[in-house]
Nanobody, 123 residues
Framework: QVRLVESGGGSVQAGDSLRLSCEVS????????MGWLREAPGREREFVAM????????YYEEFAKGRFTISRDTAKNAVFLQMSSLKPEDSAAYYC????????????????WGRGTLVMVSP
C-alpha cells in the first residue's frame, strides 16, 4: 500500500514560518519527483515546489522563490518544505505528491497524493 503522510501545517501570523514534512512508503522513487502543490477555495490548484529524485534538481513556482525551500531525506523517502515570510495568500491546503517523470525527465503524471495539511496565515 502506497502511503503519503504530511504534517507541519498550522495557523500562523503573517511573516511567520512553517516547515511541512511528507514521508512516502510502499513505493520507490527512481524515476519520480516528490513535492508540493496547494489548493485554496475559489482558486485553481497550483504547484509549489518539486524535487527530482534522481537528479537532485529542484523546481519552484515564481511565488515560492526566495521564501520557500524544498529539501529531502533520501533514506526515509521524505521531502520537506520550509516556508518563511508567510503571507495571507499562502493560506491553502498543501498536498504532497509523487510525480512520474516523462521521457525528457520532467514531472508529468501525478501518481500519488497525500491527504493534505492545512496552512492558515492571518494578516
Amino acid at each position: 500500500q502506497v502511503r503519503l503522510v504530511e504534517s507541519g501545517g498550522g495557523s500562523v501570523q503573517a511573516g511567520d514560518s512553517l516547515r511541512l514534512s511528507c514521508e512516502v512508503s510502499g513505493r520507490t522513487l527512481e524515476n519520480h519527483a516528490m513535492g508540493w502543490l496547494r489548493e485554496a477555495p475559489g482558486r485553481e490548484r497550483e504547484f509549489v515546489a518539486m524535487f527530482l529524485w534522481r537528479s537532485g534538481i529542484t523546481y519552484y513556482e515564481e511565488f515560492a522563490k526566495g521564501r520557500f525551500t524544498i529539501s529531502r531525506d533520501t533514506a526515509k523517502n521524505a521531502v520537506f518544505l520550509q516556508m518563511s515570510s508567510l503571507k495571507p495568500e499562502d493560506s491553502a491546503a498543501y498536498y504532497c505528491v509523487v510525480m512520474l517523470l516523462d521521457s525528457s525527465g520532467k514531472p508529468h503524471d501525478i501518481e500519488d497524493w497525500g491527504r493534505g495539511t492545512l496552512v492558515m496565515v492571518s494578516p
